[in-house]
T-cell receptor, first 115, second 114 residues
Framework: AQSVAQPEDQVNVAEGNPLTVKCTYS??????LFWYVQYPNRGLQFLLK??????LVKGSYGFEAEFNKSQTSFHLKKPSALVSDSALYFCAVRDVSSNTGKLIFGQGTTLQVKP | KAGVTQTPRYLIKTRGQQVTLSCSPISGHRSVSWYQQTPGQGLQFLFEYFSETQRNKGNFPGRFSGRQFSNSRSEMNVSTLELGDSALYLCASSFRTQPEEGYTFGSGTRLTVV
């Protein structure tokens, strides 16, 4: 069965410092991987995706993520955090071999960036 | 361009009632998916529709149903509401099913069951 794990409920980082939000996944085939961000009382906003190719993926607002097949991980990173990055972050996976667009989401990680 | 529009934004219903939520996808998008978000269970997949056909259904009771119209607008219905149905219901759309480009989500409908 497909699954996604975000091991940290909350990540705290000081403004200007690098941030990492962790994600590991499990699928039977090859994965499509996504990161979304959610601000209070809003829907999910797409940040970036990994489909194939380069393991380092660059996305919106300076975020990037590294796909590591051997560790089945897709950690979200940003070199310098902003207070405005504070939000709820979700990692999601879809099995490429499945005939559905269904996404499996992790439980979410709250990112708190302090000035 | 207009995003995914969900109506209403907020809804308060009483246990036992039924409710219908609406989702208008981005123009040209034919695939619509629904998710339920709760603090305890996180984001759970409800349904996926493409060209008026349900492609996939999540592990929810039969009280949860949906449909898609010829203009790609979708509705979901929950009958005999329970307190546990209180959640943020999110709709997402894309050009096609199994999109590589990802999904665009609406802002959601916050349903409170009292």
């Amino acid at each position: 069965a497909q699954s996604v794990a975000q091991p940290e409920d909350q990540v705290n980082v000081a403004e200007g410092n690098p941030l990492t939000v962790k994600c590991t996944y499990s699928v039977s085939g090859n994965p499509y991987l996504f990161w979304y961000v959610q601000y209070p009382n809003r829907g999910l906003q797409f940040l970036l995706k990994y489909i194939t190719g380069d393991n380092l993926v660059k996305g919106s607002y300076g975020f990037e993520a590294e796909f590591n097949k051997s560790q089945t991980s897709f950690h979200l990173k940003k070199p310098s955090a902003l207070v405005s990055d504070s939000a709820l972050y979700f990692c999601a996976v879809r099995d490429v071999s499945s005939n559905t667009g269904k996404l499996i989401f992790g439980q979410g990680t709250t990112l708190q960036v302090k000035p | 361009k207009a995003g995914v529009t969900q109506t209403p934004r907020y809804l308060i219903k009483t246990r036992g009632q039924q409710v219908t939520l609406s989702c208008s996808p981005i123009s040209g998008h034919r695939s619509v998916s629904w998710y339920q978000q709760t603090p305890g269970q996180g984001l759970q997949f409800l349904f996926e529709y493409f060209s008026e056909t349900q492609r996939n259904k999540g592990n929810f009771p039969g009280r949860f149903s949906g449909r898609q119209f010829s203009n790609s607008r979708s509705e979901m219905n929950v009958s005999t509401l329970e307190l546990g149905d209180s959640a943020l219901y999110l709709c997402a759309s894309s050009f096609r099913t199994q999109p590589e480009e990802g999904y665009t989500f609406g802002s959601g409908t916050r349903l409170t069951v009292v």
